[in-house]
């Protein structure tokens, strides 16, 4: 009679299918599935073995013979009326098919879990029911469902000491804060989380389900140097484990991260193996890959293939927004971009697809802007705002900053606009998420434009460009509106008014206006029959461009770069040094992360003394620092072109028409008068030699 393989000293406690086992154990899977294999094929298998067999399929990349062995498990303990064993392998047959996308099969095998369970004294396999339900009602959008069923998980867990069961709840827990509470609140669960798997209390399938998750908890938060670091983790720990079903997602996270770093092609690569990957081991996670992989194209300016991307997702079951509304919008579909975002706003939705919430509702306000929706922009920045001041991100602050900027710019509010903005700017900077830099620059750019810096405008659109230019996103999308913007601003205005010739000999008292005619080293002012000759200098100069677009601001830093410079943006941007050397600047830096620890020790301490003591000194050191970084984290320098040109120009006219006022008491009333109201006036160049600008008083 053939000896029939249990598994005594060899289960390892990764799923619901396989009793516990000493923690931190690692076993050589492959050789593990080849001697199983060769004791099945013998019929010397006992119900726990096969269960172990599936496990080492799955371990192995095998998918294909998973579910087999755990349905003859199943049957087995059935047989034998092993409740126990007959519910854990009903639950472990739930995991192989959903992790198929055999929903409708998957569903079954938890009824029948359920059936076993209802039947049988309170045990560890209550609990894993219990999360089941809570992972199918978070796919529903059923947030009341999803949180009592995790608690009630949680509780069985621990009553029970599966410390594996008890990590998976916590991080259900933490997805519901993550989309519907507040984010130090979802951290907080998640870092309770992965302690458990780090300290190898957990079997391989819920240490590995626990990584994913934190990770995706990060990225959704925008805590991408956090997501990083356990991407790194999870990395090594795959390769200790010596298991071939979770790189697919790691390298999709991977991908994730790249992306926001702005290495675009490394990110497409990955995401396409990452697909690979998956399509093989986990095809219900391949649709978020597809979505990555639109995500990226999009950045990239090719509308198309991030569409093809998106769609394939889409196809999947996967709703890839934000990135698809912003496509269509990008591609002239407004109206149909508002429809399909707005119905992530409408409907419940999956909390894995919420919990972006930051990300969702800065593109809601976007588009709902372009679609001159106001009252929807409202809403979102404000509920934007909520999540920001709940202990949000940096990431979900400059999402805020943004969102609220574009909505006051809209409203016709430059100022605020530009304010919200530039603190957008800087926290991006301070992330590094140059798409997101880029793509701020270039509303920042449009606010200043409105305001009149056209000198910041043309910096800030020149910056983007440099960004997007870096970043491979410049034939399509975003980039191309940076490129145009920037043409704009540099183009030379034409003048107020069509233009007349207008002889010097003309203009006098009898034309009802004044002449300033440039001959050689002199200028000729005629007013009211009388000619004034003054030698060329800078305050004429200055008075002539002046006269020559009147009602159009012209700012110092152009007029002081003499035409040619002030067309093309080049102009003497000479200072006296930075505000704050690179060594002062790591030192605030280094303080502001300091205090950071320390608020948050005040927090947990609920000391509302030192809370507000680091508050006051973040605050004070926040703005000395954004004082002296710039576009694009460059350091500020003082004595800076706009106010030494500001002073300069502004001495150079008033000494001018001093000067006229003193030779010519009316001139110099009426010229002032012409230069603070902007009154109309031509411009032509006569015969090569004069150039004539022409005041109309009205």
């Known amino acids: 009679m053939r000896q029939k393989v249990g598994t005594h000293g060899a289960a390892h406690e990764a799923s619901p299918a396989v009793p516990a086992a000493p923690a931190g154990e690692v076993r050589d899977w492959r050789q593990t599935y080849d001697r199983l294999r060769a004791a099945d094929a ?10 172990m067999l599936a496990e080492a399929a799955r371990w192995t990349g095998d998918d294909a013979a998973i579910v087999a062995p755990l349905e003859r498990a199943h049957a087995a303990h059935t047989a034998r009326r092993d409740a126990t064993g007959a519910a854990r392998t009903a639950l472990s047959l739930v995991w192989a098919h959903r992790d198929h996308r055999r929903d409708a099969v ?18 560890r396999e209550h609990g894993w029911l219990a999360w089941f339900r809570a992972r199918g009602s978070a796919v529903e959008g059923d947030v009341a469902a999803t949180r009592e069923q995790s608690h009630r998980a949680l509780e069985l867990a621990r009553r029970h000491g599966d410390r594996g069961l008890e990590a998976l709840a916590l991080m259900e827990l933490a997805h519901v804060a993550g989309g519907h509470e507040s ?23 819920p240490a590995g389900e626990v990584l994913c998750a934190t990770t995706w908890l990060c990225r959704t938060r925008g805590a991408w140097d956090r ?48 697909i ?9 996670l391949s649709m978020i890959a597809f979505a990555e992989l639109g995500e990226v194209r999009r950045r990239r300016g090719n509308e198309e293939a991030a569409i093809d991307a998106f769609g394939k997702a889409l196809q999947l079951g996967w709703d890839p927004q934000p990135g698809m509304a912003l496509v269509l919008l990008a591609t002239g579909h407004g109206a149909e971009a508002m429809r399909v975002l707005e119905r992530v706003f409408r409907t419940p939705q999956p909390t894995y697809l919420v919990e972006d919430r930051a990300n969702l509702l800065a593109a809601r306000t976007t588009v709902a802007l372009a679609n001159a929706d106001l009252e929807i922009a409202g809403s979102s920045v404000d509920i934007l705002a909520q999540v920001a001041e709940a202990g949000g991100t ?41 798409f997101e830099l880029a793509t701020t620059c270039v509303v920042l750019g449009d606010a200043l434009a409105r305001a009149g810096d056209k000198q910041h405008a043309r910096l800030s659109q020149q910056a983007a460009c440099e960004i997007y230019t870096r970043l491979g996103s410049l034939r399509g999308g975003a980039g191309d509106g940076a490129e145009r913007r920037l043409a704009g601003l540099h183009a030379v205005p034409a003048p107020a008014a069509a233009p007349v010739s207008v002889p010097a000999e003309q203009v006098g008292a009898d034309s009802g206006g004044a002449s300033l005619v440039r001959e050689g080293d002199y200028w000729s002012v005629c007013f009211e029959g009388r000619v004034v000759r003054i030698r060329e200098g800078r305050g004429v100069s200055y008075l002539a461009a002046l006269l020559a677009r009147p009602g159009e601001p012209l700012w110092a830093v152009e007029l002081a770069a003499g035409p040619a410079d002030a067309a093309s943006g080049r102009a003497d941007l000479g200072d006296a040094g ?35 003591a680091a508050r006051s000194e973040m605050d004070a050191l926040g703005q000395q620092l954004a004082a002296a970084v710039g576009l694009g984290g460059r350091g500020r320098r003082s004595g800076g072109a706009a106010e030494r040109a500001r002073q300069s120009v502004t001495k150079a006219i008033r000494s001018v028409l001093k000067r006229l006022a003193e030779e010519h008491p009316p001139l110099g009333e009426h010229l002032q008068a012409c230069v603070r109201t902007g009154t109309a006036c031509v411009f032509t160049p006569d015969r090569g030699r004069s150039v004539v600008w022409t005041v109309r008083r009205g």
Do not use: K, N
């Open 394 to 434: 940096a990431w979900e602050q400059a999402c805020s900053a943004e969102a609220r900027g574009r909505l006051e710019l809209a409203r016709g509010r430059v100022e605020p606009a530009i304010d919200l903005l530039s603190r957008a700017r800087r926290i991006w900077t301070e992330i590094d998420a140059p």
């Open 183 to 205: 984010t130090p609140a979802a951290f907080a669960l998640a870092e309770q989380a992965t302690a458990i798997v780090l300290a190898g209390e957990a079997g391989i399938l």
């Open 42 to 51: 013998r019929g010397e298998l006992e119900p726990q073995a096969l269960e």
């Open 578 to 612: 930075l505000v704050l050397d690179a060594a002062a600047r790591q030192q605030y830096a280094r303080r502001l992360r300091e205090l950071e620890e320390e608020l948050d020790d005040a927090r947990e301490a609920a000391d509302p003394g030192r809370v507000e």
């Open 106 to 123: 998957a569903s079954t095998w938890l009824t029948r879990a359920a059936e076993v369970l209802d039947e049988m004294p309170e045990a």
């Open 227 to 274: 997501a990083q670091q356990w991407i790194e983790l999870a990395d090594r720990w795959v390769e200790r484990q010596g298991v071939q079903y979770f790189p697919g997602m790691c390298r999709m996270h991977r991908s994730e991260v790249l992306r926001i770093r702005g290495r675009l092609d490394d990110a497409e690569r990955e995401s396409l193996e990452a």
């Open 276 to 284: 690979r990957m998956l399509e093989g081991s986990l095809p219900v």
